[in-house]
């Protein structure tokens, strides 16, 4: 997989409330509860795949952003209600592992894990890598001749002002990667505040979810954003909105997703099948075909893969992994408060572009 390859070994309330009031009293099946960011695509086929395998299991999700997950996960951990935790970033199940979040399971593919793909103590292993890129309009920008920005510090241009649109990044992951590893690539995270005040200049909006980020790039809202690369093939190709993207030439984040079971949560034991389940060889080659999930296991044979994911020719950013899940949620409650929406107002005050 060229550079890559070697990378490869409240919707808080009303969601819950839904799905209790749905359990129909005459079902005797054993539930399970998911939170996830893989989206309703793949949490219902997997959810539809598990149960007929297993029709004495119920599985419910609630799909959420990984950040979101681990919030929700905090909040319960008195009264645990999900037993699963599919997806997110590894440095959120990092942190969830120290507070005693996680309940510690090593699954059958254990020793296939790269080592910089699972938590401590066997709580929680990685499942894909996520490459963050630009996200763009390629029906917009073919109708003024533009060519999307080609790296990160493009994104900033003149050219972009009110065209970008952005996912909230509290509540993401995958945002949470990108404005992290944007202010690592500064000298120092003062630079990094300045760099995410001038993208903020050129911000038209913040969308609340993935699902207004995709509806409003595809209406012509904006015409870039970032994001990441699997959930921009899967609206391109599955739902056939007019997106491409760019992985950015001086290098991307490479975040590596995981999976963990929820200490206290409910009906472990067949949490634990669903477990392997989603995370078996079968189950990695059908997703990364359907779904455009990037297997970190390099066991998976390159002949069992997409084309274009053996061939993407994706170039790693370096990252203080450690650093960022230290000081990263530091980082977000100051951008904030100090900088979001007030970009331009906050490059001003202090004498800068």
């Known amino acids: 997989m060229k550079n890559f390859h070697v990378f490869r070994h409240t919707l808080l309330l009303f969601p819950a409330l839904a799905w ?22 793949m949490l219902g086929a997997y959810e539809e795949l598990f149960e007929a395998r297993y029709p004495d299991a119920d599985i419910a999700w609630i799909d959420m952003g990984g950040q979101d997950a681990y919030d929700r996960i905090r909040t319960e951990r008195q009264n645990p209600q999900a ?4 997806g997110g970033a590894g440095m959120a199940f990092d942190r969830a592992a120290r507070e ?47 060519s999307p920005p080609q790296d990160w510090d493009e994104m900033l241009d003149e050219q972009w002002r009110d065209r970008v649109i952005i996912r909230y990044p509290l509540a993401s992951s995958t945002m949470r990667t990108i404005w992290g590893a944007m202010i690592l690539r500064q000298p120092t995270v003062e630079e990094g505040y300045a760099w995410l005040a001038r993208l903020d200049r050129n911000v038209e909006t913040y969308a609340a979810d993935p699902t207004q980020l ?25 739902n056939g909105y007019p997106f491409g993207y760019v992985a950015p030439s001086s290098g ?12 206290g ?16 060889d079968s189950a990695l080659v059908d997703q990364a075909h359907r779904f455009y999930r990037i297997p970190v296991r390099n066991t998976i044979p390159d002949s069992e893969l997409p084309e274009w994911m053996t061939g993407v020719d994706i170039q790693p950013m370096e990252i203080d992994w450690e650093r960022l899940a230290e ?13 979001k929406g007030r970009g331009a107002a906050y490059l001003a005050d202090r004498g800068m572009e």
């Not at 037993?83 to 599919?86: F, L, R, Y």
């Not at 990441?228 to 609206?235: A, F, R, S, W």
């Not at 991307?252 to 200490?263: E, F, R, S, W, Y």
């Open 20 to 41: 209790l009031t749905g359990c129909s009293p005459e079902d005797e099946r054993t539930r399970v509860l998911v939170y996830s960011p893989h989206g309703k695509e």
């Open 83 to 86: 037993s699963v935790w599919w």
């Open 100 to 146: 005693g979040l996680l309940d510690p399971y090593a699954p059958s593919w254990a020793a296939e894990a790269p080592a910089h793909a699972s938590g401590a103590g066997d709580t929680w292993y990685g499942t894909f890598l996520t490459p963050e890129v630009i996200t763009y309009n390629t029906r917009s920008l073919a109708l003024t001749g533009e």
């Open 214 to 238: 995709y509806l409003k790039l595809a209406r012509e809202e904006g015409d870039v954003t970032l994001w990441n690369m699997p959930d921009t093939y899967i609206q391109a190709q599955g």
């Open 252 to 263: 991307t984040p490479v975040l590596t997703d995981g999976i963990a079971l929820v200490a």
């Open 265 to 280: 949560g409910p009906n472990l034991e067949i949490a634990r099948t669903f477990y392997e389940f989603v995370t078996s």
């Open 327 to 339: 000081e990263g949620p530091e980082w977000m409650q100051y951008w904030d408060e100090n900088i």
